[in-house]
């Protein structure tokens, strides 16, 4: 079987692409790149926001596709941004973590989704990870908020707390959610086969 995830999102790709790697032994599938941008409807329901994306994502591919999008909801803020992270990292960057008082509940949850369509149907995988949010940006891998969120399940529990920025993309993805949300879609699309 022949998918595509699409995303203009480079970084995303690679992430993706080094999870079907080591997923994809036993399976007959292929997941091809599909590089192009769906415009995301401003919508705070994740599962509804993904199944949009990935119908638009299919609509421009007109083959099977699926998508991805995360989202982070911050106590502090009202469980904002949520799915708007996009508009709402384009306001506050690297300062997210510094908007928050000293003492002040900094717990957040970050939501991983796929949602796979093929025309006809659409399938969503979704996980959340819990988390707090750093005072200040710490390490310089990932993108988006991933100098800021600190999982409470971390792959080294005998390191100190790291954020998704200061692990590598091996330990973030095996703590992230990326890894079992896309190995759940895989699952659906083309299950290993026995032997």
């Not at 591919?61 to 699926?66: E, I, K, L, S």
């Not at 989704?113 to 891998?141: H, L, N």
Request: with cysteine; charged share 30%; proline share 6%.
């Amino acid at each position: 079987m022949r998918v595509f995830f699409v995303t203009k999102n480079e970084r995303k790709w690679e992430e993706c692409e080094a999870i079907v790697a080591k997923l994809k032994a036993g399976r007959d599938i292929e997941v091809l790149w599909g590089k192009y941008e769906i415009e995301e409807i401003l919508e705070t329901d994740h599962d509804k926001l993904i199944r949009e994306k990935a119908l638009k994502a299919w609509e421009h591919v007109r083959a099977p596709v699926f998508v991805e999008h995360g989202g982070l909801q911050i106590n502090y803020f009202n469980l904002l941004p949520g799915t708007l992270v996009q508009p709402f990292w384009r306001a506050m960057e690297q300062d997210l973590g510094a908007k928050i008082p000293p003492g002040v509940d900094r717990g957040a949850v970050s939501l991983r989704g796929a949602c796979y369509c093929d025309g006809r149907t659409r399938k969503v995988f979704q996980v959340e990870r819990k988390g707090v949010i750093a005072e200040q940006p710490r390490g310089s891998a990932g993108f988006h908020w991933d100098p800021l969120f600190i999982p409470d399940d971390q792959p080294d529990p005998s390191r100190p707390a790291r954020t998704y920025a200061e692990m590598t993309q091996e330990e973030k993805l095996s703590v992230s959610g990326s890894h079992e949300v896309i190995g759940a879609l895989l699952d659906h699309l083309s299950p290993k086969k026995a032997g």
